[in-house]
């Protein structure tokens, strides 16, 4: 037998492995088939072993540049993508296929290769007893070889190897059987431990994750149920509840801008600059209803991160779209929005986004930090802050006449009146000439209300008596962030009571929740309050009870009223935690949907606040 050439080969694939996401071992091999040049790839089924053993494997067919014997001996008897250096940061290296393959294929991976017409054919298995993987040996007439022509393989399963490849894979190009384990066998929808179950699920990973794949022609053959005793028996079996479904790959560009709909089309689409440039928003809306393309694509909106020629970070969680100022599920709907961040690039500047070696995720560097996650609430609060003016159109045409907008802020003038002065945080603003205690910063085009004592500050004059001397004001200055050429002085800054308003649950991450706070909402920082949400309709009952039924309107009004003011509240005040937490995990952690709903289930405040405003009402039925 012929060892894999790195020792505890077996102990390093696992590590690597358990940093694949989903299906990312047809990521890896389609990129290897694109890097041969192929102008065919097919995620197809191996029909001999479906005919004489009932067995579904997943083959992988291109028509590539090929490998003779030595290339793929030298090719497949090393770990990470073998055949070529370790490159750049920005070069297709790292987990390789065989990585993303060999831990749920203990029983072997097949690579059958032709290069001007002749094949070559090897096995990588697993050794059970040794935990390691190893390139098979096989015996035939000419002696012992780990790479023979696949015609001479005889395995005693009833299997040509030899007629494994398709057609037209068979004067260049390479085939990968992918062998499963003794007790999951079945390969075809994927590695059952990782949940790759859904007989789609190939189709929508590959139409998610990769951009544009017009070119070359990529096809998965599908099965068309999810029972086994469903399955074809053949590849020429006509059933139409049985034959199998070869659907063509497209990529995620063209199911949202070149798909056709019936009673819909994509209204709008431009590309919105971010951070000073360095991230292109690519934005797409649609209009009306949404292609029909069922289970093989994403249908509804999401937002992601484009590097090169492929998506990550994939979302369409609706706290994600609330980054960018989008709480509207009917926007959400219909709203993509692809992010295209600058590579990373040390030569020209130390910003911008790369893979990590798993190839499952991107890291940025950038604002004197490396190797951290993506600043997408960021980037969310750009877009939300210069918006375009289709999307904010769309928002408003979703929220109709604006019936669940509470037009009457006479409540956030009277809560700043109240609290206005408790209400502070400490913020970088722009320093003037007479600030003695700045530091290096950059002003930004964001303006801040600094509240001081008049007197203080440049240009003081001399204050008359002390009560005069005690009195706020809020001087306006613009913000600032830390490093650059200007100056900068940390300054109390007022916090803004926010808005609340009233939705469905539809906008909710769980129907339960109360509240969820949407800082970037295009009307400004809003909180929605669930109109749904069965606290607030259990609360209104029982003061509805409480009174006669003629107040029944006015007391919804009341109890709904009041926990919206009580929601702005506690987001107001928390924003002194700013000093101790970041506003990003303020918000995602301290601030989310669940948290803000607990904070709000407190009885002893909520009841005294509408004890206090249902007395106007006059005395309860069981005090008349």
């Known amino acids: 037998m012929k060892k894999l050439a790195i020792v505890g080969a077996s102990h390093f694939v696992n590590r690597m492995f358990e940093a694949c996401g989903n299906f990312q071992w047809a990521r890896e091999f389609l990129k290897n088939s694109l890097e041969a040049g192929a102008t065919k790839v097919e995620f197809g089924i191996e029909w001999q072993a479906v005919e004489k053993d009932g067995v579904y494997r997943r083959t992988i067919s291109d028509n590539g540049a090929g490998m ?7 090719f497949f008897s090393t770990l990470g993508e073998g055949a070529k250096r370790i490159g750049g940061v920005h070069d297709n290296f790292g987990v390789g296929a065989k990585i993303a393959s060999l831990p749920w294929n203990p029983e072997g991976v097949v690579v059958i290769s032709y290069k001007e017409g002749r094949a070559s054919m090897i096995r990588i298995q697993l050794d059970v007893d040794a935990a390691e993987y190893e390139l098979l040996e096989f015996r035939s007439p000419k002696g012992a070889a780990y790479a023979i022509n696949p015609d001479e393989v005889d395995w005693g399963d009833g299997v040509n190897w030899g007629e494994v490849s398709p057609a037209w894979a068979r004067e260049h190009g390479t085939t990968i059987v992918l062998l499963g384990s003794e007790e999951a066998p079945d390969t075809v929808l994927g590695n059952p431990k990782a949940g790759e179950k859904d007989i789609k699920g190939l189709s929508v990973y590959l139409n998610s994750r990769f951009w544009d794949l017009n070119e070359p022609e990529v096809t998965v053959v599908e099965l068309r149920s999810e029972r086994k005793t469903a399955w074809p028996t053949s590849a020429d079996d006509r059933d139409d509840a049985r034959r199998p479904n070869n659907r063509r790959i497209r990529g995620a560009k063209y199911y949202l801008a070149d798909v056709s709909a019936g009673k819909g089309e994509l209204a709008h689409q431009s590309i919105l600059p ?53 709480a509207d599920p009917q926007v959400q709907q219909n709203l993509t929005i692809i992010l295209e961040p600058t590579l990373f690039d040390p030569q020209i500047a130390m910003w911008g986004v790369y893979p990590d070696q798993s190839r499952n995720r991107l890291m940025f560097a950038g604002n004197g930090e490396k190797g951290i996650g993506l600043p997408l609430s960021d980037w969310g609060f750009d877009f939300s802050d210069n918006m375009p003016q289709e999307i904010r159109d769309a928002i408003l045409a979703a929220r109709g006449d604006g019936n669940n907008t509470l037009e009457d802020e006479e409540y956030r003038k009277r809560l700043q009146d109240k609290f206005g002065t ?21 002003p930004t085009n964001e303006t801040v209300a600094i509240v001081q004592r008049d007197g203080e500050g440049g240009g003081a004059r001399k204050v008359r008596n002390k009560r005069k001397s005690a009195r706020r004001i809020q001087v306006i200055r613009l913000r600032a962030v830390e490093g650059g050429n200007g100056q900068g002085v940390e300054r109390q800054v007022a916090v803004d009571v926010p808005k609340f308003r009233f939705v469905g649950a539809d906008q909710f991450d769980e129907n339960w929740h109360l509240a969820s706070w949407v800082p970037n909402d295009p009307d400004g920082p809003t909180v929605l309050m669930n109109s749904e949400a069965p606290i607030l309709l259990e609360t209104v009952k029982h003061h509805q009870e409480q009174y006669p039924d003629v107040f029944a309107a006015e007391v919804d009004k ?23 937490v970041a506003e990003e995990d303020l918000d995602q952690v301290y601030r989310n949907e669940a948290a803000l709903t607990v904070s709000l289930m407190g009885l002893l405040a909520e009841e005294s606040l509408l004890a206090q405003r249902l007395g106007k009402l006059g005395r309860k039925k069981n005090a008349a």
């Open 68 to 74: 003779a014997r030595d290339e793929l001996l030298r």
């Open 558 to 580: 009341i109890v709904r009223d009041t926990y919206g003011e009580v929601a702005v509240c506690k987001i107001a005040h928390s924003q002194k935690l700013i000093a101790h």
């Open 422 to 442: 408790r209400w502070l945080t400490t913020k970088l603003v722009q320093a003037r000439d007479e600030d003695k205690d700045s530091k290096p910063a950059t």
């Open 274 to 326: 971010l951070d000073e440039g360095r991230v292109q928003a690519h934005w797409y809306l649609w209009e009306g209803e949404r292609p029909n393309i069922h289970s093989y694509a994403k249908k509804p909106g999401y937002i992601a991160v484009k590097y090169k020629d492929e998506l990550f970070e994939l979302s369409m969680h609706k706290a994600h779209f609330r980054w960018f100022g989008i």
